[in-house]
């Protein structure tokens, strides 16, 4: 399964972003699907996850209200809506499939990762 991150940019804090992940395989419905981030010099940071069939999401509490994941299976991409951006939510963000229906918080329950697309949040 190979994954393509999009959307990430430069936006003042308070605003909006949506991230696309677009999953070349047509089994992208068999994965839960997650969103990590990475700011320099930390470590990967679990965002939140989606099931199999979008039923069931979970987020981080650092972005828990701000965030919102969905996926589409018909068109084989997942989505992050980002809204009330903070300074502290700048890093690159990387969207990951796991072969369990649920997905998980660990980086390591994940089997595909996407390279990843930037986010900067300025004051």
């Known amino acids: 399964v190979q994954l393509v991150e999009s959307g990430g940019g430069l936006v003042q804090a308070g605003g909006s972003l949506r991230l696309s992940c677009a999953a070349s395989?047509?089994?992208?419905?068999?994965?839960?699907m997650g969103w990590f981030r990475q700011a320099p010099g930390k470590e990967r940071e679990f965002v939140g996850a989606i099931s199999w069939n979008g039923g069931t999401t979970y987020y981080a509490d650092s972005v828990k209200g701000r965030f919102t994941i969905s996926r589409d299976n018909a068109k084989n991409t997942l989505y992050l809506q980002m809204n009330s951006l903070k300074p502290e939510d700048t890093a690159v963000y990387h969207c990951a499939a796991s072969p369990s229906l649920y997905g998980s918080r660990r980086p390591n329950d994940y089997t595909y990762w996407g390279q990843g697309t930037q986010v900067t949040v300025s004051l």
């Open positions: 395989a047509r089994t992208f419905s068999n994965y839960a």
